[in-house]
């Protein structure tokens, strides 16, 4: 996935003034973006589906709430497609089956930093790598948090753990996941 900037802020101005045309190519831009987010969380086709559909209608009746200055388009939409999955799991009291770490699929979720937009490095990639590093047990309930939308109490019941101890190893491999990234990061700009 590649983000486009310049045409992101056109294409969201016209949605403000309501040009139906707009949304379309929005959709045909970050559709399947926001469809593979929904899926990885839900893990039901038309569950995504009906998410996806909602995350561009949150879109249309909302398009100022996007701010270029602190976030990408990319960006913002995953992040509402994550949050919309996570509530409509919430409503249908229902749980996907958990798998331990989904890593090749994790890396087409992840949205491009503006650290590593040059076209030599696959954040994705760089993200997917960072994760698997992380030992099981932290790697684990981060997937869990992030991706399942798990609260601290419920990666614990899962997990068999006791609660200070999901709450460590989730702050450590945070932590660890950070430093990682900032590496990576630091490592970009030298060679630039």
């Known amino acids: ?28 831009r970050y559709g399947r973006l926001v469809y593979n987010m929904a899926l990885h969380v ?8 009906e ?7 949150q879109v249309w009746r ?4 996007w ?12 992040s509402i497609a994550r949050y919309t999955a996570i509530d409509y799991l919430r409503r249908e009291q229902r ?21 590593a937009d040059n076209a030599t490095h696959d954040n994705g990639e760089i993200m997917k ?6 030992p099981k047990d932290q790697r684990v309930p981060i997937l869990m948090a992030y991706y399942r939308g798990m609260t601290h109490e419920e990666i614990a019941q ?9 709450k460590s190893r989730i702050r450590l491999g945070m932590k660890k996941l950070k430093e990682g990234w900032l590496d990576v990061v630091r490592e970009i700009e030298s060679e630039s």
């Open 129 to 134: 790598k960072l994760i698997s590093k992380l």
């Open 67 to 78: 701010d270029g200055d602190r976030a990408r388009l990319s960006t913002w939409l995953l």
């Open 42 to 49: 839900l893990q039901n086709d038309r569950s995504a589906e």
């Open 158 to 166: 899962k997990l068999d753990i006791p609660l200070g101890t999901a």
């Open 95 to 115: 749980r996907p089956q958990t798998e331990s770490s989904d890593l090749e699929r994790i890396s087409s979720y992840l949205p491009t930093p503006h650290a």
């Open 51 to 57: 998410v996806t559909q909602d995350v561009f209608f």
């Open 62 to 65: 909302w398009p100022e709430r």
């Open 1 to 28: 996935m590649t983000d486009h900037p310049q045409d992101d802020a056109v294409t969201i101005n016209r949605i403000i003034e309501r040009d139906q045309q707009a949304l379309a190519e929005l959709y045909e």
